[in-house]
T-cell receptor, first 115, second 113 residues
Framework: DGGITQSPKYLFRKEGQNVTLSCEQNLNHDAMYWYRQDPGQGLRLIYYSQIVNDFQKGDIAEGYSVSREKKESFPLTVTSAQKNPTAFYLC??????????????FGPGTRLTVL | GQQLNQSPQSMFIQEGEDVSMNCTSSSIFNTWLWYKQEPGEGPVLLIALYKAGELTSNGRLTAQFGITRKDSFLNISASIPSDVGIYFCAGQHLDTGGFKTIFGAGTRLFVKA
């Protein structure tokens, strides 16, 4: 089945530790995105990548890092510099980025809790 | 920057009632999207709208792209308990570097059986 997978579903980490969230897609989409969702809030864009080996900061990139070494993978690292990392993290992909018909499709999300 | 105002924030309705929610902006959008998110899951695309005035249905859901291109609404007819969730609108607009997508804050729908 084609789709977007995120792992793990739940993640716990101690303060001061870096943690990496996985996002994989087999839709052959060029563009991938990471969003953060806090309780009762909408989606805020962390980073996005329009093509392999290229990525751009979104609205709340501080304390996060990404890589895009393969088309199907876009891992997100939450660093110890992120002051309030507990949140629900959503990965999305679209065929391309920059077209008015680029519809984003979402993965199931990873809930990160910092203890 | 661009902002979407989605309303209402939440709705508590009885099973069988019709529901209406909308998104507005002071800016023009080229595409409107409506998603539904169930607890602990990622948003799922319900309807995509690409032309001003477009009216599109998906089962009991109907969405319209406003004529001014600054708003969109989503209607759900004869609601059922499984309609519970958060409904997000998203608009795409032309920005430097291409089209960008922004999301509304969501409408939380609660349906009482």
């Amino acid at each position: 089945d084609g789709g977007i997978t995120q792992s793990p579903k739940y993640l716990f980490r101690k303060e001061g530790q870096n943690v990496t969230l996985s996002c994989e897609q087999n839709l052959n989409h060029d563009a991938m995105y990471w969003y953060r969702q806090d309780p009762g809030q909408g989606l805020r864009l962390i980073y996005y990548s329009q093509i392999v080996n290229d990525f751009q900061k979104g609205d709340i990139a501080e304390g996060y890092s990404v890589s895009r070494e393969k088309k199907e993978s876009f891992p997100l690292t939450v660093t110890s510099a992120q002051k309030n990392p507990t949140a629900f993290y959503l990965c999305a992909s679209s065929i391309t980025s920059g077209s008015s018909t680029d519809t984003q499709y979402f993965g199931p999300g990873t809930r990160l809790t910092v203890l | 920057g661009q902002q979407l105002n989605q309303s209402p924030q939440s709705m508590f309705i009885q099973e069988g009632e019709d529901v209406s929610m909308n998104c507005t902006s002071s800016s023009i959008f080229n595409t409107w999207l409506w998603y539904k998110q169930e607890p602990g899951e990622g948003p799922v695309l319900l309807i995509a709208l690409y032309k001003a005035g477009e009216l599109t249905s998906n089962g009991r859901l109907t969405a319209q792209f406003g004529i001014t291109r600054k708003d969109s609404f989503l209607n759900i007819s004869a609601s059922i308990p499984s309609d519970v969730g958060i409904y997000f609108c998203a608009g795409q607009h032309l920005d430097t570097g291409g089209f960008k997508t922004i999301f509304g804050a969501g409408t939380r729908l609660f349906v009482k059986a």
